[in-house]
């Protein structure tokens, strides 16, 4: 059974950081891409940060310089390091796993920047 747990949301005043952590089970973890996403409320899910088996890495133009993905093979663990938050990055942060056509979604952590 595949699973994809995230943790580490909350609430954050603008400006703060938070770690976002996903450990995944029941997965050769090392040869999926991962990937994090968020949907704010009212709107459609998009693409956070992505990083590849071979630890390339993507991000989003709203939080590139902001946020950092890495992933530890050995702890089948991906991270999101969110830095100099902003109320605009208020969402539900969804961990993504991906393998040509198999892909699997975590249950999604809540993140709110507000003071």
């Known amino acids: 059974q595949v699973q994809l747990v995230e943790s580490g949301g909350g609430l954050v005043q603008p400006g703060g950081s938070l770690r976002l952590t996903c450990a995944a089970s029941?997965?050769?973890?090392?040869?999926?891409?991962m990937g994090w996403y968020r949907q704010a409320q009212g709107k459609t899910r998009e693409l956070v940060a992505q990083?590849?088996?071979?630890?390339?890495?993507n991000y989003a133009d709203s939080v590139k310089g902001r946020f950092t993905i890495s992933r530890d093979n050995a702890k089948n663990t991906v991270y999101l390091q969110m830095n100099s938050l902003k109320p605009e990055d208020t969402a539900v942060y969804y961990c993504?796993?991906?393998?040509?056509?198999?892909?699997?979604w975590g249950q999604g952590t809540q993140v709110t920047v507000s003071s």
């Open positions: 993504s796993a991906a393998w040509f056509t198999r892909d699997y």
């Open positions: 029941g997965i050769n973890f090392s040869i999926y891409g």
């Open positions: 990083i590849t088996s071979g630890s390339k890495t």
